[in-house]
Structures are given as C-alpha cells and as structure tokens.
C-alpha cells in the first residue's frame, strides 16, 4: 500500500462542493488499488479573509509545500469584490502558486464526443478537439514590478508591469517542447511580438529553445490570431504555451468548446512533466466559485474529479489509477448523466452528489 500526504483546500462557493465529490472519487481509487490518502484540510481565498485576515496564512502555505499535493476548489465570490479592498480571495491563489514555485500552468481542453452538441459552435468544427495550454503562472502582469495606483493633480493613474526574464520564459517554453513530443509534435508560442517588448523576448528564447528539440515544430502565433483560431479551427492545435495573461484569457475562451467550464482540470506544476517523474503541483478546476450555485447541489463537479486524476498522473505518479478516473467520467457521460450545465433534452439530469456517486461508483 502507497501513502500519499494531500492538503485540500476547498475555498469558496461551490469550492467545498466540487471538492467533496473528488475526495470521494479518490477514496475509491484507494480502495481499488490499495492506496492511503492522509488528508488535512486549511482555508484559502475568501474564507480565510474571513477567519484569519489573510487570503493564505504562512501556516497553511507550509502545509502545502510539505504535501505530496495540493487539491483546491475555488475563491472568491461577490462579498469580497470591493476594488478598494487590501486583501482579495485571489491573493491567496497568486501567493500560493508563487510560493511553492508552481510556474508551469497545465489546461487540457477536450471535446467529449458525447458532449459535442452542448456549445455554442457547430459540432463539425469541434469534433476531435484536443488541445492543451501550457501557461506561464508566476511571471508577467499580475506579479511585475511597480504594480501601483495613485493620485496625480490631473487626476488618478494606475500602472502594471509586464516584465519576463530570460530564465523564467526558458523553462516554460520547454515545458512546451517537452508536452509536444508526447502528442503530435507541433508546439505553438503565443506571444504579441508585434507591439511588446516582452513578447519579443519570448519568441526570441523560444527559438534558441527550439534547438534542442528538432523533433517538434514549432510555430508562432499572436494572441488575437491565436484567439480567432480557438473558434475558427480548434482541431488545428495541439500544445500551446504562453505568457500568464495571455495564458488566462485564452483558456477561458477555449473552455466554450467543451461546452462547460465544469468539464475542465487544471494542474500547476513546479517542474517539467516528464513520464515517473513525481512533481509538487496544485489542481484545480479552471471555474470560479460560483456563488449563486453555491449549496444548490447544482454544481458539475467533472472538472474537480478530473483534477484529481491530474494529480495523480503528474505528482504522485499514478498513471494507471489516473486512467481509472478518467475513464469512469467517460462511462457516465456515455450513459447520459448529466449536471444542469451541460444536460440536454432526453438526458438524465443530477445534480453534485449524484454525479460524484456515480463516477467513484464506475472507478
């Protein structure tokens, strides 16, 4: 039997919601395979603005950095949305990532073929979309120096830096590469080189990066094109790696083409995924708290438990018992359960639990 140490912070909203539900996907998957999930539980975001005057106390960050990983919910939520405010739920997102060194953010983005006819876009132009952003998470506009407001006699200004080092785009882009060599060789930088200083950096690295890896093609892209292609022609794209802001923006449109940001994990890394290498890492699914669904037993808890399965292939080196996830979500998708934001006519409906149930059920 294998014993892992996990810190879950379930945050806001529907946070503890989605979280209950891959708790209890995971204990199945310990009960299968023999496995040990020791579990402490801390605050993050809003509820620990609340408790402790803090969006991420020192105690809670230490507790994360001497886990195996890190599953978190979500936070935030209107309550705490003054822009006057000196502490924001996200503090304790953005505190987190940069204290345990988690730079590389993973998105995968696929079509369920079960699920093609819940978006917006035509089912021909989304069919077979599998795609994955790998994103910059500790660098750029929200952590770039000086960061400020103030007042002038013409009036008040406001200003953020987007400042990347050498060494910082290096080791994402190979982040990049070395994703692209496990799929379909074609890796894509997505930069504004065109007007930035900072993205010419970053196509320049990425080309002196590229040498090492003459078995990937790689392309560039501009963000605005990159985001036209995202809705014109998704199959065309693999693995795309980008600056931190950039990288936000995009993943929340690409999320439109699994019909629901409810279907999508995340995983940030502090290293380069590479096959039995177990890497520290927090997962999350890319949706918000949702506060207005929160306590409604309404919440899709598929991007949570996919989460999971993320955590389990990258940072505790479970591949096999990660399969066992992700096929169990599958399976229920395919005999037609469904949460409210993806349900459609002549579909069984569920709600959290249910959902839950039936995916530990099928692991």
Known sequence: MASFNLTVLPGDG????????????????GEKFGHNFNLKYDLIGGIAIDETGEALTKDCLKLCKKSDAVLLGAVGGPKWDDPQASVRPEDGLLALRKGMGLFANLRPVKVFPMLV??????????????????????????????????RTSRG?????????????IERIVRVGFELARTRRKHLISVDKANVLESSRLWRQVAIEVSEDYPDVELEHMLVDACSMRLIQNPTYLDVLVTENTFGDILTDEASMLAGSMGMLPSASLAGVPQDGV????????????????????MANPCALILSAA???????????????????????????YRTYDIVAEGQKKVGTRQMGDLIAARV
């Open 310 to 336: 993320m955590m389990l292939r990258y940072s505790l080196g479970l591949p096999e018992e990660a399969k066992s996830i992700e096929q169990a979500v599958d399976r229920v998708l395919e005999e037609g």
């Open 156 to 168: 008040r200004r406001a200003v953020d830096s987007m400042v990347y080092s050498e060494q910082e």
């Open 117 to 150: 006819d819940s978006t917006n876009l035509k089912p021909d132009v989304i069919m077979g979309v599998d795609l994955i952003f790998v994103r910059e998470l500790t660098g750029g506009l929200y952590f770039g120096r000086p960061k400020k407001r103030w």
């Open 278 to 297: 177990k890497i520290p890492g927090m997962y999350e699914p890319i949706h918000g708290s949702a506060p207005r669904r929160a306590g409604l037993d």
């Open 14 to 29: 529907i946070g503890p919601e989605v979280t209950n539900e891959g708790i209890k996907v995971l204990k199945a998957v």
